[in-house]
Every structure is written in structure tokens, then in C-alpha cells.
């Protein structure tokens, strides 16, 4: 068997640092005079004895360090768990949610989705909107650190290409995790002080401007508007896109450029390939709207690249009404959001390096019809591709299609129409966070799904955001023995 306490040690040790942190939002409600802050400080009480309990009770096998099987449950247990404490302040406090919804919430907050299910956002004590927030903004550092260091040691969707690269961002020694993770927080945080300082400048309100720089930076997409981002045009959504665009980019590549290589973002295939695809698909969408409606270019191509920019870096957040603007840029949409951003950042979707493999993959297979003794290698970035990368990606996109497929037709089974599933299915597993169809229509948000649809769609967001292979895994016998 596993040996689960170094596992359940360091998931006290996060309860207990998820508890502090909600000192922030209580204390902001305490001053403002609203009693939402005792509520979450009750939620913090609980949170920290647990993680408290838990943490002492595994102390002995701190220092362990630990094995690939227990860095898989590890990971699962942290965005299953780490979720259901999240979601006290929303259960005990303003706006007061059920069980299902209020680990929904927190669920997609942690994963860095943005889909909510609370309307009235505006009228929510600032506390909780700031808690929702910082949910977003730790949910999209451990996410980073989670891309750097474990899934290439896992093995998950083809990321063990980047297992070499991503631990010789230091030198030619091998750093310990701890080197990287001290690297990547600091980035992290001066990326977000850049954007919350930004957002300063051209005129939000500094609530606002924290809340709008940590939802950026981690691609989350949580807004304490209902209108989310549509308050800010012009200059807010030419910035709000390049800080969702800079979160959705490889970390390992800040890693670098902080070690003297700033050279390795333009050489990085993926961050090239991310810009011309998502260009590509803003200017397609607004001369589509030109054309099509006679709209102005400038406003046109400003949305297009705000709200394509959201959706392809998984984040979430909207400016105007972007489900009006009819079925090809539905499509679009639909299309950019299942690739998503760059392998390694916040952002989720199948990613872009696993598609250009794939596609490199299908002419590689295409071109051996014609010549079948040709032995054509796959390289990326001037290095050859394994074959068990090649087939970890495959596997990884075909399972991906076949879940988006599988959520959708279990959420029709339910009672939902069939736009509204598929779209339900596509934000969540792709972790992007806009809502179409007919019953997120009244609202703008999942607050009329039911909640057998709502405990699917937060499992599908927690699957999205891991790899449905690090779920799987869990439930096979032969994992748990020795």
C-alpha cells in the first residue's frame, strides 16, 4: 500500500497556509463593518484546526520526500480537497450557497475556470469577492508549479519532453524543486504587480485593479462585476488581454529570461505558434463582424482580441455581450478554447504544444502513405520527440475528445438542453469559464443547473485542469499496491 501520510502532511501544512490567507478577506469585511467577516473568519477557524490536526498528526514523515505515486495522489487530493475548504466562507458566509454550488465556486476559482454560479456580484461584501479572487490567484501559482516540476516527472500528456528543460533553467546542475519554486513565486507576484499597477494607471478603482490583476495573471477569470471586464473598454481590454496573454505563457520561459536567456521566448515554437493562431482567429472574427454588421474596425478588433484572448488562455473573462455575436464566432471560440494556451502556464485546454505534436504527428503518418520506407523523426524545438511522447499526446487528446463527448451527452441524461451541455462540458473541462446556451442565458451564469450537473461539471473542471489520466490512475487496483 501507499504510504499516505507524507501526502496528508502536506495537505495540512496547505489547509493551514489556506486558513491564514483568509484572514485577508475577513479582516477587509471586519473594517468595511459587515458581519460577512466573522463568517469567513469561521471558515478560516475551522480550516486552520484541521489542517493543524492533520499536520501534526503526520509529522514524523515531513522530511520524506516523495515517490511518483504518491506526487499522483497528491496532486488529485489537492483540487478535490483543498476545494471543499475554499468553499466554507461561500457556505457559511454572503451569499450563503449550498454544498454542491459552493464547492463548485471554489472549484472553479482553484482550477482557475471562472465559471460561477452567483448572481449579483455587485451587491457581494468585498470580502468574499476578494476571497473568490485570490482563490483564482492560488489556484494559478500551484498550477504553474504543478506544470514545472510534477507533470513532467508523471509523465502526463507528453510533458515529460519538458522534463530536462525545465530543471536546467538554473545551470547545469540540478536544482531542487524549492530553487524553482522560489524562482516562479517571484515572478509570479512581480507579474501581478505589474498588471495590478497597470490597471492603477488607466483609471479602475484599486479594488477593483487587485481583483482584475489577480484574475488576469492567473488566467482565473473571476470579476466582482456581473459584467465582468465590460466597465473597462478601450484601454482595459488592450491591457487585460496582454497580462491573460503573458499568464498563458511558459513559465519555464520567465524562468530563463530571469537567469540571463531572454532569448528563449521568441525561439520557443509554442509561444509562436499561440500568437499567430490567436491573431489569426481575432482578425477572422472581426472582419467576420465588419463584414457581416458593418461594426466599426477598431471597437470590433478591441473585443475580438479581448474576449478571443480570454478564451483561448482559458481565463474567463468577458467584455460586451460576446454570445451575441452569432455562430461563427461561436465557432471560433469553440475551437481556439479546446486548444488553449502553452504547455507549462496557467492557462488549460489540450494546449498548444500537444496539438502542433499531434499535427506533426498526422503529416508525419500522411507522408509515410506515400513513402512507406521513409523514416521521418519528429523534432521539436531542435530536439527529437520520444515516441512515447508522441503517443502520450495522442492518447491525451483522443481521451480529452471522448470526455467532452461523454460530459455532454451525461448532462442532456440530466435534464439540460443540448447547447447549454456542450458548452457546459467545453468551459469546464477546458477550464474557460464563458456559459452559452439556453440556461445560462436569464443569468450569465450556472445558478439554474441542477445540481447532479453542477457535482459532473466541478469533477470535469478538477479532470480538466489535472489531466483525466491523473484521475483515472487513482481508481486502478495495481496503483495501490506495492
Not at 508523471?154 to 522560489?182: N, S, V
Amino acid at each position: 500500500m501507499i504510504d499516505l501520510r507524507p501526502v496528508a502532511y502536506v495537505l495540512g501544512r496547505i489547509l493551514i497556509v489556506l486558513a491564514l490567507l483568509m484572514l485577508a478577506p475577513a479582516v477587509l469585511d471586519w473594517r468595511a463593518g459587515d458581519p460577512n467577516g466573522f463568517d469567513i473568519f469561521r471558515a478560516a477557524l475551522i480550516t486552520f484546526f484541521t489542517g493543524m490536526a492533520v499536520a501534526l498528526a503526520t509529522s514524523n514523515t515531513g522530511a520524506r520526500s516523495l515517490d511518483v505515486r504518491q506526487a499522483y495522489l497528491l496532486t488529485a487530493s489537492i483540487w478535490i480537497i483543498a476545494p471543499l475548504f475554499a468553499a466554507l466562507p461561500l457556505m457559511l458566509g454572503a451569499p450563503g450557497l449550498p454544498l454542491a454550488y459552493a464547492w463548485f465556486e471554489a472549484v472553479s476559482g482553484l482550477t482557475t475556470t471562472g465559471a460561477t454560479v452567483i448572481v449579483g456580484l455587485d451587491n457581494l461584501p468585498a470580502g468574499m469577492n476578494l476571497w473568490r479572487v485570490m482563490c483564482n490567484w492560488l489556484g494559478g501559482l500551484g498550477i504553474a508549479f504543478i506544470a514545472m516540476i510534477f507533470l513532467p516527472l508523471m509523465r502526463i500528456g507528453g510533458m515529460q519532453f519538458f522534463r530536462t528543460e525545465a530543471f536546467d533553467t538554473l545551470g547545469k546542475a540540478l536544482p531542487r524543486a524549492a530553487d524553482i519554486a522560489r524562482q516562479l513565486l517571484y515572478i509570479y507576484v512581480v507579474l501581478t504587480f505589474i498588471c495590478i499597477i497597470t490597471f492603477l494607471i488607466i483609471g479602475m478603482p484599486p479594488f477593483i485593479a487587485v481583483s482584475h490583476g489577480l484574475s488576469a495573471v492567473s488566467t482565473g477569470g473571476f470579476s466582482p462585476y456581473d459584467s465582468s471586464f465590460s466597465g473597462y473598454r478601450g484601454a482595459g481590454e488592450y491591457f487585460g488581454a496582454l497580462f491573460m496573454f503573458l499568464g498563458s505563457l511558459p513559465f519555464v520561459r520567465y524562468v530563463q529570461m530571469v537567469n540571463g536567456q531572454p532569448m528563449q521566448f521568441w525561439r520557443d515554437q509554442q509561444i509562436r505558434s499561440y500568437l499567430i493562431w490567436l491573431l489569426t482567429a481575432v482578425l477572422m472574427v472581426t472582419l467576420w463582424r465588419v463584414l457581416d454588421k458593418g461594426t466599426s474596425f477598431e471597437p470590433t478588433f478591441r473585443e475580438a482580441l479581448f474576449n478571443m484572448t480570454s478564451i483561448m488562455s482559458s481565463t474567463g473573462t468577458f467584455s460586451g455581450d460576446f454570445s451575441g455575436w452569432g455562430g461563427f464566432a461561436l465557432v471560433m471560440a469553440l475551437l481556439i478554447g479546446i486548444i488553449g494556451g502553452c504547455s507549462g502556464s496557467t492557462a488549460a485546454g489540450l494546449s498548444v504544444f500537444r496539438v502542433q505534436i499531434a499535427m506533426a504527428a498526422l503529416r508525419r503518418q500522411i507522408g509515410q502513405i506515400f513513402h512507406p520506407s521513409q523514416v521521418s523523426p519528429i523534432r521539436y524545438q531542435a530536439r527529437p520527440v520520444d515516441e512515447d511522447v508522441i503517443r502520450a499526446v495522442t492518447m491525451y487528446i483522443a481521451t480529452y475528445i471522448l470526455l467532452l463527448g461523454l460530459v455532454s451527452v451525461t448532462l442532456t441524461l440530466i435534464g439540460l438542453d443540448l447547447q447549454s451541455a456542450l458548452f457546459a462540458a467545453w468551459t469546464c473541462l477546458g477550464n474557460i469559464g464563458y456559459g452559452f446556451g439556453p440556461m445560462v442565458a436569464r443569468t450569465g451564469t450556472f445558478i439554474d443547473f441542477p445540481p447532479a450537473a453542477i457535482f459532473v461539471l466541478s469533477l470535469t473542471m478538477i479532470i480538466g485542469r489535472l489531466g483525466i489520466l491523473t484521475m483515472l490512475i487513482l481508481l486502478l487496483p495495481v496503483f495501490w499496491r506495492r
